[in-house]
């Protein structure tokens, strides 16, 4: 069974750049679809970026060409690259991981489990 941890969070400055990693200690991350999904203070949780098991990607608008979703079946690690981070940037960053996994998912419902999440926090 899947079990996510994530790490690489922290304080940077606006135009500053983290890379956020999600390691799967049951080594089975090959057989998801992954995303990284967000929360700030207040809002909604959102989708960032998600990867099929064929490497498929999605992003949302906000962080389309500055955000990279990336996967390394043999570590079991999903990465999330940031750069030209913005101070709405800021939130708590989660790992999710999906059944389904040649398909997308968009919805926060469309994963089935999640980890522990990691802060990022970007000053201005």
Do not use: H
């Not at 956020?20 to 207040?42: H, I, K």
């Not at 101070?87 to 960053?93: G, M």
């Amino acid at each position: 069974q899947v079990q996510l941890v994530e790490s690489g969070g922290g304080l940077v400055q606006a135009g500053g750049s983290l890379r956020l990693s999600c390691v799967d200690s049951g080594r089975t991350l090959r057989s998801y679809a992954m995303g990284w999904f967000r929360q700030a203070p207040g809002k909604e949780r959102e989708l960032v970026a998600a990867i099929s098991a064929g490497a498929n990607t999605y992003y949302a608008d906000s962080v389309k060409g500055r955000f990279t979703i990336s996967r390394d079946n043999a570590k079991s690690t999903l990465y999330l690259q940031m750069n030209s981070l913005k101070p709405e940037d800021t939130a708590i960053y989660y790992c999710a991981a999906r059944s389904s996994a040649f398909v997308v998912g968009t919805k926060s419902s469309d994963y089935g489990y999640w980890g522990q999440g990691t802060q990022v926090t970007v000053s201005s």
